[in-house]
């Protein structure tokens, strides 16, 4: 006989922090109880990725003690096209899983940013959109238009989390760790899954 796997039965968390890391920062949300209870950023410093991946490790162990976190939910690292970019995010986000570890949080899960983007209404651009911002931009590389592509999204992410919770955030960073946690509050099955 099956058990079939409710949420009770999967224990969600009571607070859930979602991360949007880079190789200098991490912005966060915190939700309690599937609200909305904070939200900001870290900063890490050092000279090299390996310093940053301390401070971030150090930082973030006293962040999720200070805040209680029952669950980290971090956006996964993607391929990129500049491997010194995925290396050094790969190493950040190793330090605060690890930091998440001795702090005692033992339920990490990490999702692929379309995932997420796409399951708060922030799907991928289709060509109608892709060829407004080529036209805007005339003659720029194909590297530029990636650029302009991102930005965009980013912006629709922030309209989204904006209009969702009430914030005037300015961050996207920012905005897209409030999506992250948006969807993971959401969507537990599908964090559990990703």
């Given amino acids: 006989m099956t058990t079939k796997r409710t949420l009770s039965s999967l224990g969600k968390p009571k607070t ?24 900001g950023k870290i900063v890490w410093v050092g000279a090299t990725i390996f310093d940053k991946t301390q401070d971030a490790g150090k930082k973030c162990q006293a962040f999720f003690k200070a805040f209680q976190v029952d669950a980290v939910v971090i956006e996964r690292v993607i391929s990129v096209n500049n ?7 790969a190493l950040v ?16 899960y990490s999702i692929p940013p379309l995932t997420w ?7 991928a651009l289709n060509a109608a959109e892709k060829l407004v911002i080529k036209k805007a931009n005339p003659k720029k590389s194909v590297s530029y238009l990636r650029t302009q592509w991102r930005a965009f999204r980013k912006q ?13 955030l300015k961050d996207d960073d920012i905005g897209d760790a409030v999506g992250l ?3 993971a509050v959401d969507n537990w099955l599908k964090v559990l899954n990703a």
């Fill in 93 to 108: 986000q190793g330090g605060i899983i690890s930091a998440a570890g001795l702090a005692g949080i033992h339920k990490c």
């Fill in 117 to 123: 983007q796409s399951a708060i209404g922030n799907p």
């Fill in 16 to 39: 859930i922090m979602a991360i949007d890391a880079n190789s200098t920062s991490a912005a966060f949300s915190i939700f309690t109880n599937g609200k909305l209870v904070q939200n």
């Fill in 181 to 183: 946690g948006w969807f």
């Fill in 156 to 168: 629709r992410t922030l309209n989204l989390v904006n209009a969702k919770y009430g914030l005037t």
């Fill in 83 to 89: 491997t010194r970019t995925a290396i050094s995010l």
